[in-house]
Structures are given as structure tokens and as C-alpha cells.
């Protein structure tokens, strides 16, 4: 009898590190439906929203051949993608603070357009029946890895493909990060080419791709199974404290629970959208 993936466990790199950070804010994220609406909740932010769009426009090229890629701007892609999180549905309080992160938006794409790099070679798409790639991290345990990555970019040569994660936030992944380890886990389980590389675009810089070392799979696979049953065995016996009381990472969850944040809106994805008070 095949597993239920209904039933099982899911975890990803966002879930990940949300557990890390607080198991508290864990559960306020991932696993909290508000009673009256069916809903997950998630805090909108300015930063948050640039990240969504500029990801947005990029991810809609890689299934269009090469030569139709950039036939149109990437800032007029842009355009119908913003209407989507204007205002205080993108955690904007006022419209020059949208307008700063707008600019920031735009210049990312135009330093894209300008050096396309890898954008101009052919790339992969992993399919998925839900549009999220996953596979089976342990079957026996119920355990569900899954997550998208930004760009797979195909190299005829070697018959492999090259993992590429677009960053549009000022600071460097830590070294320590479990990113890449998913990533690499992800990209070996759900399309048949081997992983020759992997490397960071910094989209707010002129450096172009930053080349990163591939993790070890198999210790790749240990780290990311090791957390993924303590995410289960949390949500099996329902633990979810914070470790300090409160913390940076779950008081915003918990100012929703109390009223004092502001809903906006209802995301593609049907999570709440709040915003927190100043």
C-alpha cells in the first residue's frame, strides 16, 4: 500500500528553519489555522514583498524557449506582478516607502536583463502535480521533503544541471544554512539529471553568480531527516514552546492571536495577510 501523502509530514526549507529559529513560531506558521477563516496566517513586510515579486518575474521565464526570455522587460513583467502585494497588502505604511522598494525591485531586474547570464541558457522545470516539488525524504516515517528552486539550469555537456537561488535581500546566507543541503536533496530526487553545481545570484549587486560548494548528499540527507523528525515527533505529541518565552520570531504570531495586528488581504496561497502596528 502506498503512503498517504495527506497524512504525512511535510517539511521544507522555510519550515526548517522556522522550527529552528522557535518552535513556537513553527507552529504559529505552519501548523495554526485561525477557527473562523480555515487559514494559515503570515506577516507581510516590504522585504518579504520585493522577494515575492522580483521571484515571481524570474520564475515565469524558465518556461519560455531562450530566444522569447527577454523579448519583453523585465519591468513591465513587473507591472501586473506588483499590483499584487501594493500598499499595505506588501507591508508598505506609506506609498515612498513602497516607491524605495519598487526602485529596488526594478533595478534588480534591469541588472538581470542587462547581464542575463545562465537566464539566456536553456533550464529545466521540475514537474509537480501540485507545483511544488517534493518527494518522499523516508516513506517509512511519513516524512515529506519539499520546496521550489529558482532556476536549474541545464548544461548539455555534461548532461546535468547547475542549482541557481536569485537573493534579493542585502545579507549572505550563512554557511551554516540547510538551503543548499534541500536544494541539492530536492534537485537529485525529482528530475534525472545529476547536480554538477550550485551558486547564488545576489540581485541587489553587479558580482553575478556566486559559485557555492556542494554539501555532501548523504550528510545532506542525515541533517535535513535528523530535524524532520523532531518536526514530527513535535506535532505528534503537539509541543510547541518557546524556548525563552517569546522571542523575535513568535511575539509577531502572538500579536496576531491577541488583535493587535492588521489583516490585509488573503494570499494566492490562502494564507491571512497581516501587517503589525509600528
Same mark, same amino acid.
Request: glycine share 6%; proline share 5%; aromatic share 8%.
Given at each position: 500500500?502506498a503512503p498517504d501523502k495527506y497524512s504525512a509530514t511535510?517539511?521544507?526549507?522555510?519550515?526548517?528553519?522556522?522550527?529552528?529559529?522557535?518552535?513556537?513560531?513553527?507552529?504559529?506558521?505552519?501548523?495554526?489555522?485561525?477557527?473562523?477563516?480555515?487559514?494559515?496566517?503570515?506577516?507581510?513586510?516590504?522585504?518579504?514583498?520585493?522577494?515575492?515579486?522580483?521571484?515571481?518575474?524570474?520564475?515565469?521565464?524558465?518556461?519560455?524557449?531562450?530566444?522569447?526570455?527577454?523579448?519583453?522587460?523585465?519591468?513591465?513583467?513587473?507591472?501586473?506582478?506588483?499590483? =499584487?502585494?501594493?500598499?499595505?497588502?506588501?507591508?508598505?505604511?506609506?506609498?515612498?516607502e513602497e516607491m524605495v522598494y519598487r526602485d529596488r525591485?526594478?533595478?534588480?531586474?534591469?541588472?538581470?536583463?542587462?547581464?542575463?547570464?545562465?537566464?539566456?541558457?536553456?533550464? +529545466?522545470?521540475?514537474?509537480?502535480?501540485?507545483?511544488?516539488?517534493?518527494?518522499?525524504?523516508?516513506?517509512?516515517?511519513?516524512?515529506?521533503?519539499?520546496?521550489?528552486?529558482?532556476?536549474?539550469?541545464?548544461?548539455?555537456?555534461?548532461?546535468?544541471?547547475?542549482?541557481?537561488?536569485?537573493?534579493?535581500?542585502?545579507?549572505?546566507?550563512?554557511?551554516?544554512?540547510?538551503?543548499?543541503? +534541500?536544494? #541539492?536533496?530536492?534537485?537529485?530526487?525529482?528530475?534525472? =539529471?545529476?547536480?554538477?553545481?550550485?551558486?547564488?545570484?545576489?540581485?541587489?549587486?553587479?558580482?553575478? #553568480?556566486?559559485?557555492?560548494?556542494?554539501?555532501?548528499?548523504?550528510?545532506?540527507?542525515?541533517?535535513?531527516?535528523?530535524?524532520?523528525? !523532531?518536526?514530527?515527533?513535535? !506535532?505528534?505529541?503537539?509541543?510547541?514552546?518557546?524556548?525563552?518565552?517569546?522571542?523575535?520570531?513568535?511575539?509577531?504570531?502572538?500579536?496576531?492571536?491577541?488583535?493587535?495586528?492588521?489583516?490585509?488581504?488573503?494570499?494566492?496561497? !490562502?494564507?491571512?495577510?497581516?501587517?503589525?502596528?509600528?
Amino acid at each position: 500500500m502506498a503512503p498517504d501523502k495527506y497524512s504525512a509530514t511535510w517539511v521544507s526549507h522555510s519550515s526548517i528553519s522556522d522550527f529552528l529559529k522557535c518552535p513556537r513560531s513553527y507552529y504559529l506558521r505552519n501548523v495554526y489555522k485561525d477557527p473562523l477563516t480555515g487559514h494559515k496566517m503570515t506577516i507581510m513586510s516590504p522585504p518579504l514583498a520585493l522577494g515575492q515579486a522580483v521571484h515571481e518575474v524570474i520564475e515565469s521565464l524558465a518556461v519560455l524557449p531562450v530566444d522569447e526570455r527577454l523579448k519583453i522587460s523585465l519591468v513591465k513583467k513587473l507591472d501586473p506582478v506588483w499590483l =499584487k502585494i501594493m500598499g499595505k497588502r506588501g507591508g508598505f505604511k506609506t506609498h515612498s516607502e513602497e516607491m524605495v522598494y519598487r526602485d529596488r525591485a526594478e533595478q534588480m531586474l534591469i541588472n538581470l536583463q542587462e547581464d542575463p547570464g545562465p537566464i539566456l541558457h536553456k533550464a +529545466i522545470k521540475i514537474k509537480s502535480s501540485i507545483n511544488l516539488p517534493n518527494y518522499w525524504l523516508s516513506a517509512e516515517d511519513s516524512i515529506i521533503l519539499c520546496g521550489k528552486i529558482d532556476w536549474l539550469e541545464y548544461d548539455e555537456e555534461n548532461d546535468s544541471v547547475h542549482i541557481i537561488d536569485f537573493k534579493t535581500g542585502k545579507n549572505e546566507e550563512k554557511e551554516d544554512s540547510l538551503q543548499l543541503p +534541500i536544494y #541539492l536533496l530536492l534537485a537529485t530526487n525529482t528530475q534525472s =539529471k545529476k547536480v554538477s553545481g550550485a551558486s547564488y545570484w545576489y540581485l541587489d549587486r553587479d558580482d553575478g #553568480l556566486t559559485e557555492k560548494k556542494l554539501p555532501d548528499i548523504e550528510e545532506s540527507f542525515e541533517k535535513v531527516y535528523t530535524i524532520a523528525r !523532531r518536526i514530527k515527533l513535535a !506535532r505528534q505529541i503537539n509541543h510547541f514552546k518557546c524556548p525563552k518565552g517569546g522571542c523575535y520570531a513568535c511575539w509577531p504570531y502572538e500579536k496576531i492571536l491577541k488583535g493587535e495586528a492588521e489583516k490585509v488581504g488573503v494570499s494566492e496561497t !490562502r494564507q491571512d495577510m497581516y501587517i503589525l502596528p509600528d
